[in-house]
């Protein structure tokens, strides 16, 4: 097959953007609290590799993710540190909202589900109660500051299959709103190429110029196949964390996200470019077990173990 023929068969963008998510995603499912001083240094390394946005940390009740009860130091010291840095933090309500505008996050991601069931659970409001609370924030700070997260967009763990037309009621109510974009989730890695070709399509359909993030876990090993088939229809926003870790606490069985250095190898077999150093995320990614305690899933670093006998 001639690379001609290959673009036929998977339209690939020549360049996608690769946002990392580790120290929100992936930090906030670690049980034992991660020092500030190594939040800090791990999210030095992954500054260095070139990303143009980084989740940093969530603004969230301490109480329900006692891991971002440090929120408020890490962004300070990233926002300091990292000056060119697009911040994000991750938001649940206008509380949250204040507390990470007062330490300089440049973007708000607010998060909310296009289940009932797993917003309840997540952030004890129900959609609407989210919406309401997503618009004050917009008030608050203006829109163009705020990006939203649509988590369950393809499969709930409560409810199971996510009708495409909830996630176009929610994604269109956003909009309206003027968010700057808005994240489809895939919070526990369990949808598939056929059901995410089904409501990126539609999606795609009903707002050709949003700008739209995939935010996909990879339960089942499908992640990549699944970013595979949003390229095809012209997706090329990615969310990926480090060494492969994540996990949404109050959504059961939900492992890491797809990993950002596998994410890049991937990216750069089919030719589609990227600003991010795949070296230097992978150095930071095998780094990871030593300061978070949690073990890596990761193709890249699983490889790298085998060739250097780490
Ligand atoms: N940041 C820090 N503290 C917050 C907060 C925020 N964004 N929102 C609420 N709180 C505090 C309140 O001040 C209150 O503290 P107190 O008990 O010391 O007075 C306590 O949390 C409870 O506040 P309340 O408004 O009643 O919230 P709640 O208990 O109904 O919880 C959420 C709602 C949204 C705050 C909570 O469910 C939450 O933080 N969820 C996070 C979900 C998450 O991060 N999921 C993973 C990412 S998708
Ligand atoms: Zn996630």
């Known amino acids: 097959m001639n690379a001609a023929d290959f673009s036929a068969f998977c339209p690939a963008p020549k360049r996608a953007e690769v946002i990392e998510v580790c120290p929100r995603d992936g930090f906030q499912n670690v049980k034992a609290f991660i020092p500030t001083a190594t939040k800090i240094a791990i999210l030095d390394d992954l500054a260095e590799a070139g ?37 994000v933090a991750l938001v649940p309500n206008v509380k949250g909202a204040e507390k990470a505008i007062a330490n300089g996050a440049h973007t708000l991601n607010f998060v909310l589900s296009a289940s009932e069931s797993h917003n309840r659970e997540n952030t004890r409001r129900t959609v609407d109660e989210s919406l309401t609370e997503l618009a004050e924030v917009c008030h608050l700070t203006g829109a163009s500051h ?69 935010h996909l876990h990879d339960t089942q090993g499908m992640a990549l196949a699944n970013i595979m088939t949003a390229m095809s229809l012209g997706y090329n926003i990615f969310d990926a964390a480090a060494g492969g870790l994540g996990g949404c606490p109050f959504a059961p069985g939900a492992a890491g996200n797809v990993a950002t250095e596998d994410l ?46 780490a």
């Open 51 to 87: 990303f143009k946005t980084i989740e940093v940390t969530s603004f969230v009740s301490p109480k329900a993710i006692p891991q971002m009860a440090d929120a408020a130091e890490v962004l300070t010291e990233f926002r300091r540190k990292h000056v060119g840095i697009e911040a």
């Open 146 to 214: 705020v990006h939203a997260s649509v988590a369950t967009a393809f499969t709930c763990p409560f409810e199971g299959d996510v009708p495409k037309d909830a996630v176009i009621k929610l994604v269109d109510k956003i909009i309206a709103l003027g968010c700057k974009g808005v994240s489809l989730a895939d919070t526990i890695g369990t949808a598939s190429p056929r059901k995410v070709y089904g409501t990126l399509r539609a999606v795609k359909e009903r707002f050709p110029q949003a700008r739209v993030v995939l």
């Open 264 to 309: 890049l190898n991937f990216l750069t077999a089919l030719g589609v470019e990227t600003d991010v150093d795949a070296g230097k995320v992978l150095n930071a990614a095998m780094k990871l077990p030593k300061l978070t305690g949690v073990p890596l899933c990761s193709h890249m670093a699983a490889l790298t173990m085998c060739k250097t006998g």
